[in-house]
């Protein structure tokens, strides 16, 4: 039985009593608005990611550089959503000891898993509207056509990208132990070759 047998919806799954800034790991998936194809295809049982998705894949390993309490598991960039596995490795009480990232709610508190993803999303959606204000792309829609363009560079205007990169919310499980970790290890390891199977 799959892992995730359905993608999750934009409805919360927060735990309402849990502390999310506690030591731990994290296993996080994320979703593209409307579940368009953003950051690449698979090819041959591999995701070959396009110039959106190594934007994405590079803010991500960012993240370490702005926390550095933090550390990054196995992750997977498929083309319309990521899955990855985040480890809190221990609090920081003193917030001046961590940066935020620019994009970040300032009203949330800076140390847990919804800051944390929240400062990733709003980082790569930036830098994917500067790269095509900069290209100077054609203002249209994206079409089916255009989901796995020909060239490293998505057909797309920067007004369709704009605060419309990811869902709202995120899925997230609290990873319990070892063998819990390495189940879902696998899971975002195999990812690219079930896409056939799912889709």
Known sequence: MSLLPNL????STRLKTYDYSLEGSY???????????????IENSQMILNTVGKIVEQEWKNSI???????LGEFIIMPDHMHMILTIDHQ????????EWEHSNPKSPSQTIGAIIRGFKGASTKKI??????????????????????TDELQ??????????????????????QADYN?????????????????
């Open 27 to 41: 296993f996080i998936t994320i979703v593209t608005q409307d579940r368009l194809h953003l950051f690449g295809k």
């Open 156 to 177: 797309f205007a920067p007004t369709f990208y704009k605060n419309k990169i990811w869902q709202r919310n995120y899925y997230d499980h609290i990873i319990r132990n």
């Open 92 to 99: 920081i009480s003193n917030d001046k000891e961590s940066k």
């Open 129 to 150: 509207n500067l790269f095509f204000n900069s290209t100077g792309e054609l203002q249209f829609a994206p079409t089916d056509e255009l989901q796995f363009a020909p």
């Open 65 to 71: 550089q702005l926390r550095s309490n933090i550390s």
């Open 183 to 199: 189940r879902i290890e696998q899971y975002i390891i195999d990812n690219p070759q079930n896409w056939k199977k799912k889709n």
């Open 8 to 11: 999750p919806n934009r409805q």
